[in-house]
């Protein structure tokens, strides 16, 4: 690669100049967005109203902040996301190496047809009635076992964590560990284990940002608020535009409320993206190494 | 024969003692996907079924196939059926080339700072929930507040209604998804380029070939199989598109062109006030089964006309 980079064709220079302004269109049409959003909810009300905000945040304020931690209905949604994917991705984890491990030992008799068994999920499931009667007879409707247990488990992830432990961990270790009588449980706790801490890794971080991010399991099984995930309530506040009058009482001019509301949700998607955004500087490696191993194929 | 099968079986059989921890270790995974996997398929007899509460799923009484007749004959059947193939098409033609477009421009580039900062960049909106990105898309294209209408003002256009309009619905959808994912789609296609074999690009600039020129005959080969496999894998998945998104952007005005198969199911079931299970199911299990059959068969095609496929 070096040499080709001290003489350069005339028809390279002109590619990599092209392929180079190509690369910088992308990284801004990408960007841009991302940046409007934060400084419109950095931005005075009547500014975001009146179109003001292009680039920069326009007469700086933190309003819309403060009326993000006014609305009880976001920390209480804040405070039940947490509890559902701290809870929710330990029972994950711990369901996908459970059943990661033992199929990926290959003189498990039988793995190939529970494995099948599994896959199988993947091309066909039950759909959104069989489930919703499933979910109703069990009695978790409006509990947050829905939240948890129909989602306990992606096969996907089992796969690429089955994927991970039989190239990392051979037979030959397993054996002469077995040799030495160590039984499964016991090579898993202590050799399995902690030989695996890159994929366990990718597995909480797969799992919590599902965690974070899903709303349809909610919107489905919860009726009572204050069981309500963070994402619940932003749909209420994002897509169905229902505003907390509370908010918005000190503002008495319609033009200043439809402000104050629309400041709030420009600052709610900041805050409700924030601790992945935060996360996913120092995580970002394991992710795409999570997304190569799902590609090689088991 | 008959011996050596009798001694197969009993050194399977204690190869299962061995290793009874295992079965151990898998019943609980096992014992979810049979409660939260199959049983729902179980459920699925609901929609050959006329649905009564008290009698359960299993006590209703049985009614045929006078579902699937009802949703075809249904005026409903055509427009949920057009719109979910034509939505999931576009979004297929148009979203698929463009991560593999972006890999190869990575790949290519001689700067390291650059590469690692448009990855950085172009990775992030994967991590947007479906509630914020539709939330992003309301505001943005609000017609009296929305950026996109601000700058349409600027050059001197009409503010366009672009969620009230039918017509526009499925461009917002298809393009907003793009936006959101084909950065994290180049993943798999670098890790790919980076498994081409750096002495076929020697031998290619030997030759006299330009870096146009190899990635024309040396990147794109190289990873061609990777663009298949997935090829399969979308292709097959034209009857389930993102069902939660489509849900959220969803209104009155846009109804027409944004109810596909699944929201319909929805829409005459839970969210109905004349709830019809059975038609719901009945209605879901067509689609679940047409998806079936396409996964299959472009596996098929792709086991017959070259060696790749997915199982």
């Not at chain 2, 979004?91 to 290519?108: D, K, R, S, T």
């Amino acid at each position: 690669m070096k040499d080709t980079k001290v003489r350069l064709t005339r028809s390279d220079k002109t590619f990599y100049w092209v392929n180079d302004l190509f690369l910088i269109v992308a990284f801004l049409l990408v960007l841009y967005p991302l940046v409007y959003i934060i400084s419109a909810s950095l931005s005075d009300r009547v500014a975001v109203i009146s179109g003001k905000v292009f680039l920069w945040p326009v007469d700086f304020s933190l309003e819309g902040y403060v009326a993000v931690f006014k609305d009880p209905r976001i920390m209480i949604g804040y405070g039940n996301t947490l509890f559902y994917t701290a809870a929710g991705t330990l029972i994950n984890v711990v369901l996908t190496i459970l059943a990661a491990y033992p199929l990926s030992r290959k003189t498990m008799v039988g793995r190939n047809v529970i494995m099948y068994i599994f896959a199988f999920t993947m091309l066909f499931h039950g759909g959104l009635i069989p489930n919703y009667l499933l979910i109703k007879n069990l009695g978790m409707i409006d509990t947050r076992w829905a939240m948890l247990l129909p989602a306990a488990l992606s096969i996907w992830n089992v796969i690429i964590a089955r994927t991970f432990y039989q190239t990392t961990i051979s037979q030959e270790l397993y054996e002469a560990a077995a040799m030495d009588g160590c039984s499964h449980f016991r090579f898993m706790w202590s050799i399995v284990l902690p030989l695996s801490k890159a994929i366990t890794a990718v597995m909480v971080l797969f799992y919590g940002v599902f965690h974070w991010n899903s709303y349809f399991n909610a919107f489905l099984y919860l009726k009572s608020p204050d069981l309500f995930p963070l994402q619940i309530v932003l749909r209420d506040i994002l897509v169905q535009n229902e505003i907390d009058p509370a908010i918005v009482t000190d503002a008495q001019q319609m033009q200043v409320k439809q402000g104050l509301a629309e400041l709030l949700k420009y600052s709610i998607i900041i805050v409700a993206s924030l601790p992945i955004w935060l996360v996913y500087p120092f995580v970002q490696k394991h992710f795409v190494k999570g997304v190569m191993i799902g590609s090689i194929k088991g | 024969m008959q011996a050596s099968q009798q001694s197969d079986w009993i050194k399977k059989w204690r190869q299962m003692r061995l290793d009874y921890q295992l079965y151990v270790l898998v019943m609980l995974p096992v014992a979810w996907v049979v409660l939260f996997q199959y049983f729902p398929m179980y459920g699925l007899q609901l929609a050959f079924k006329d649905f009564k509460i008290m009698e359960g799923i299993t006590g209703s009484p049985w009614t045929g196939i006078d579902h699937f007749i009802k949703f075809f004959h249904s005026h409903q059947f055509w427009t949920v059926l057009k719109n979910t193939i034509f939505i999931s098409m576009y979004e297929l033609l148009a979203g698929f080339p463009l991560p593999i477009i972006l890999a190869l421009a990575l790949n290519a580039t001689l700067r390291t700072r650059m590469k690692l900062t448009v990855q950085f960049v172009t990775y992030m909106p994967y991590f947007i929930s479906t509630v914020v990105m539709v939330g992003m898309i309301l505001q943005f294209l609000n017609p009296r507040i929305g950026i996109v209408n601000m700058l349409l003002g600027l050059v001197g256009l009409d503010a366009v209604n672009f969620m009230g309009e039918p017509g526009w619905f499925k461009h917002v959808y298809v393009w907003s998804g793009i936006w959101q994912t084909t950065g994290w789609g180049t993943i798999i296609y670098l890790a790919a380029l980076a498994g081409v074999n750096p002495d076929l690009h020697e031998a290619a600039t030997i030759d006299g070939a330009n870096r146009l020129q190899r990635i024309r005959y040396v990147d794109l080969p190289g990873i061609m199989p990777t663009i298949v496999t997935l090829l399969i894998l979308n292709s097959g998945n034209i009857m389930s598109i993102g069902f939660e998104k489509i849900f959220l952007m969803q209104n009155p005005l846009n109804i027409g062109s944004s109810e596909i198969i699944t929201t319909y199911v929805y829409a005459v079931s839970l969210a109905s006030s004349s709830p019809d299970y059975s038609y719901a199911t009945a209605i879901g299990l067509f689609n679940s089964l047409i998806n079936l059959i396409l996964i299959m068969s472009v596996n098929q095609i792709a086991k017959k006309t070259g060696d790749t496929s997915l199982w």
